[in-house]
């Protein structure tokens, strides 16, 4: 009995890499969400001067059926391309109206079913709807992102 225990434990130990796994690491791999440069103010200028690619200017006072601002507060909003990925950027006046304004609009953009017609997002020419995974609020702003934070925490540490 004592061979099957020990044959057991050193199958677990081959079978385990050995290396440490950083559980914060982890958790913002899962995360859909970040926040950095809280005391920080942007303008587009400053996302382009990063690397973002500007490509459209949305209005700030679309509605969803129910006729409620699908952004409110929000005083500017493009979209572009940051690595090849959209991204949409939404401007609010300060760090307290993009974190909860727009931490709220951007919950939910980013829960809506990928072919929604309202809550966030954009259809495209070929009527394919653009859908955000995550979003990270950056000083004055909301970065609403194609795929997982990484590249838009990227293009938010980039900003000068």
Known sequence: MKIIYITIILFILACS???????????????????NNIDKKFIVDDFVDAGWKKSKEFITDAKNEN????TPEAKEIWYGFFKRKDIEIRFY???????????????KA????VNAN???????????????????VSGNTVILCQDLLP??????????
């Open 110 to 113: 980013i829960s809506r079913a």
């Open 67 to 70: 006729g409620d601002l699908l």
């Open 17 to 35: 890499s050995g290396e440490e796994v950083n559980p914060v690491e982890n958790a913002d791999s899962l995360s859909k969400s970040h926040v």
């Open 118 to 136: 309202a809550g966030g997002g954009i259809i495209t020419s070929t009527n394919n709807r653009v859908s955000y995974q995550s979003y990270v």
């Open 151 to 160: 590249d838009c925490i990227l293009l938010s540490e980039k900003l000068e």
């Open 93 to 107: 006046e300060n760090h307290s109206m993009s974190s909860t304004f727009g931490k709220e609009s951007a919950e």
